[in-house]
Structure formats: C-alpha cells, structure tokens
C-alpha cells in the first residue's frame, strides 16, 4: 500500500512482524504511547507475545494469516530485515508498512549496501562482489588479505562469513558460506567500532542518539558504551552518515549504521560497515539513559508522530548475556546501578542472546574499561 | 498460604489482581527480567490486559475464577489495597501472595493507619474515630477546624471525603460519606507535600527512593517533583518513617508513604498522612529517572529477589494527564526531554487518570516551578 497511513493517535494496533526480543520491547515502548500491538511469528514461544495485546501463529508465506494480520493493524513494522520477499509482496497492498520496501531491500544485501555508500559517496572498506572462488582469488590480488567472505544475504551475527588469509582460501571460504551470493571485504585495522542510532520521521526529520562504542566477540556484539571515546568532529561525522543513509533510502523508523574508526596518518576516519533498518543491539542503553528509548523512537516514526527528543541524560554500559551468561541472573540483579533485561527464551544455546544488563553512571563519569 | 515462595526464576508467573495503569505498568517491568504476567480483571476493557502473557477477566468473588488462576500463578500481588476481603480469603491458601494479608488490612482502614503511626510514635494530623455526626463535633470541640471527614475505607483521589469548617457540618458531612465509618483529620498548614516510595524485601531488607514533592489538586495528585524542595534531615526523616511502617506492617514490595512538611517555631516536622501499600503515583518518575523503577522494584520483591539499587540519575517532574488533558498528546509528544505515558484506556471522564507525562533534567538543574 503506497498510502501513508496518518499519524496514528492513541490506541491504534501497530502490527509487528517478528516475535524475538527486538520485538518485545518494541512492544513494551508501544504500550507506553498507549500503542496495541499485534505480533507476528511463526514461533509460538516467541518471547514478543508475552507483553502483546493480539498474537498470531503462523509461517511467513501464510496468505491468510497475513491477511487477517493486515486487516487488524493499522500499519505494520518490522522486527528484522530480513523478511521474505514473498511476505513483503502479500502484505503490500494491504496495510502501510514503515519501513519502506526500499530500506528493506538494500539492508537484505550487503551488495546493495555497499553500492548505496559507493553512491553517497561514503567510505567503506575495500570489497568485491562475490560469485565464485575465482572472483575471490582476483580480489584479494586487487586489495589484499586479510579479508572477509559475507554472503549478501540472511548473515547475521558472524554467520555466513568465512576468513579469508590469502588466496589460498578461496576454495574453502567458498564452500563454507555454502557457495552463496557474497561480497569479500578488506579487513581493516580499526582503532574502535562505532555505530549511530537514528530515528528518522515521515516528514524527513531526523534525530541521532549519541554514538556508542562497540566491542564484538567472534562476530557477535558484547558491549556498547556511550559516549564513545571518539572525537566531536568524528561523532558528528558518524551522525552525518547515519543521515545521508536514512534520507536515500527513504527511512521512516530507526536505523543503525555500524562503522569502523581507522587511524591514519591525516587523522582518524570512518568506515561504514553495516546498516540496520531497525532498532539495534547497539542502541539498548537508551532504554535506561535517555526518556525515549529507541524502540519508543521507532514505534512513534512508524506511527506517523514527529522524531522524539534523543537526549540523553546518564553514560551507559550495555553488556550482553549470551548463551549461558544469563545463568548469572541473581549476581547481575544485585549490582547497584544495574538494569538487568532477560527476554523470556526458554532455551539457552550457545551464542544465542538471552538478555543483556546496562550500567549507568552520571554523565560524565563513566570509568574506562 | 503462608509458605512463602522461593526465589522466582526468570520465566515464572507473576499474578496481578487488578488491571489498571498500576498493574499495566508491573505487567511490563516484569516482562523486563523474564517474568510472565497473568491479570486478573472484572473489566475486559483492562488496560494492563495488552501487556500481559495471560488474562482472566472475572470477578474478585469468582471462586472458580480465582482458584484457577491461583494454579496458573508462582505469586500473586495486587494493584490496589482494596481487595474484597473475600478474595483475599479464597486466594489465600491456594498461592503465596505479596504484599501479605497484614499490609492490606492496615491500608485498607483509615482508622488502622492511624493507630499504626500513634503505635509507633509516628506524628499525624490529629484525628478522631467518627461513628456518627455527633462524634464529629465532638472533634472538632478537640482539635477545631478546618477538618476533612474521610471514609475509613474505599477512599481514593479524593473521593470519599467531605470538608467540616465547623460543628454546623456535622450532619450535612456525615451524609456526604454515605453514613459510612471514618475518621475526622484535622487541616494542617503545610509547607509541603512529600512522599516516600519504598521496597522492602522478604529478607527485611529496605531501599527508598529520593522523596519527592507532590501537588495535588480537588484531592487528585497532579505534579511529582523530585528531589523535593527540603532539608536533608527532614528526607532522611521521612525516610525513617517508611522504613519504621514497611517493618511494622511486615511488608514485601513497594509501599509509599504521603507526609505534610510542617513548618514551626523549632523546625520543620513531618505529618503521615496517608500510606499505600503499593507502587504509587509519586512514584512513576522513577521509571526515566532510575535505571529500576518502582514497578520493577516491588515485582522483584514479589518474587523473592532482593531489594533492588533505587539510584536516580536525573531530577525529574511528572504531571498526570486527568481527564482530557491527554487529548493534547500531540504536543506532549513533542516536548524535549518529556516522556509520555498513556494508559491506553478508551474513554476519558472528568477525574480519570488518562497518562502521565515525565520531564527530566541533569542531576541537579531542574528549575523551580
């Protein structure tokens, strides 16, 4: 359906597709604005249908379902990008969606991803499309090793990527993707990992929530803090990028762009990485340190209301609990100054994330690592 | 049952008797730390029922009903300290409930309140016991007037009160209050309202959040500001106090205790005037101002975790939306710094708490009114 839907008032059903913990407190923020949500998932132990108003059941490809889920929401949102096709193609023409197809398709592949920045002329690193070993052998020999095999599509979390040392790789790096669609990209030395959070409204406004730093563990996020310890001209570089992304691609809601800070000998600089259209795991400390989260950003955008106030008002420490971390629960809750979020999964496996905790501090006065 | 329930994993249920904003805000900060919810309302219209896991919609004397969803729960609490005594009754026996029987029974009585401050050699306005019009002029031949004549129970937001400005209303106000049980409070001039909120622990343990300052307005509560315009002394005072009633009452959650600052040739004192064995609306700045709100302090105390941190990283004033002040949520939404809380309930009426409205500053900068 092409048609904005108008700003949504109070006690409007804002549809969700996507059950997991992003939807869940998606849910919550919604409820606060006197929101209803409607989940959507094919799990029926989704974590999201323990705080919605109405729940259905059902696989991605289910016209029926899809349909009755339209008919009760007046727009829909996404908890993740990567929504089958056919899904998007049966909701549209129904209901409003937020975000556009557009965000949609070019976040679903990093090919498209790295076009858009080549477009905006904003930097990333070295890469190569990917659709053979051969084309892996040819990219290393133009920009070098190491570097890293990601498939276009459907990774996430360090998976669908394989190291690549040299072109000695390239057969195996291949293979271990399963021989998908891929882009190979330079592995660049980075001094830290930024990511912006934005919100980005109907109307074209757009607010930025302040740059967290990040730190990864085997291609999943371990922490966030915020600020980043990064200089004001860089943080405000990394706002400006976050700003040029969500105008071309059209965004309404929050989006994330993860970049790398590299060193050089003229100064530091940013690479862009990855883009989210969506709420992100870099941005869960603004559930405690700012009055509007990011979930509450995303779910006023997607209902038509102006881009909220991003203040911030505490330094934060968000922490993951990855599989067995979580286990830790009673030592977490008893850390003065520490909300402790768990997600409602009733199975811990390995690398799955099962909550996360942020610390807070007085601006200003958070100690380094 | 008087066993009390071990510590409660994440994942366990949590039952909430009552369906308001109170219990949809519990709803959803237990959904936090992994916690199911299941309410139990006679109203389907509920506002708490969209965030919660499971529903009962039933009344409090349904004794199928409440055995049923008794089974269904690990815990129970309530929203409000009106319970009919008959549920109490059922219920009690079936599943551990938190706050205990105690807490309920003294709050649920003006006149008990009374007799547990004079107990404790805690100050109140002075009082007197009313049966009848003459026991009101015999009052007021005591202490004077103005007074306020308050039912002994079923007040709330000023209902169920009546103003004596002398012996002349006797009669004229024990016909406003139905003829019912009360007690006559004597109209001190104060300097201000203040109130504390407060978790107390299976373990005894006790934690208060800063005391906040509060307006009210025809009986209703309209501004929370926190910290509270008073000497350090006079806080820790007031602090004392919910401490010294949390522990006479035996009391596990969160309680919140309503004084008058009183100003005199010696100093300042402090009068009790009411106490609420529950979350508190004086209480709901917490959710932006500390990393753990009141509503997820008492679910944590309902199920047996210790008394969480109540450190605040921002001042902070909320103002309820009463009636149709939430018809102006467009330009609520739109104030920096301002978090939005609506309730989700479908028809204002004169009076009706609609939402509420949160504006945080840096530690220390809030200006005056």
Redesign the interface.
Known sequence: MSAHPA?L???STIGILGGGQLG?ML??AA????M??HVYCPDPDSPA?????ARTVAAYDDRAALEAFASACAVVTYEFENVPAETVEILSGLVPARPSGRSLAVCQDRLEEKRLCEDLGIATAAWARIDGPDDIRDAVEQFGAPAILKTRRLGYDGKGQANVMGPQDADAAWAAIGEAPAVLEARVPFVCEVSVVAARGEDGTFAAYDVAENRHDGGILRVSRVPARISPEIADEAVDVARSIARALGHVGVLAVEMFVVRQAQGDSLLVNEIAPRVHNTGHWTI??C??SQFEAHM?AVAG??V??T?R??DAEMTNLIGTD?DA??AL????????????K?ESRPGRKM?HV?R?F??GEMPAD
Chains 1, 2 share one sequence.
Do not use: K
């Not at 409820?31 to 006197?34: K, P, Y």
């Not at 850390?335 to 409602?344: E, K």
């Open positions: 700003l008032p109070p006690g869940r849910a919550m409820a606060r604005i006197g209803s949500c249908f323990a705080v919605a108003a405690e340190a009055p509007l006023r209301w102006p909220p106030s203040a008002f505490a979580a629960w009673q809750a008893a850390q003065p100054g520490t909300a402790l979020h768990l997600y409602g009733a909550g942020t807070l007085p601006l």
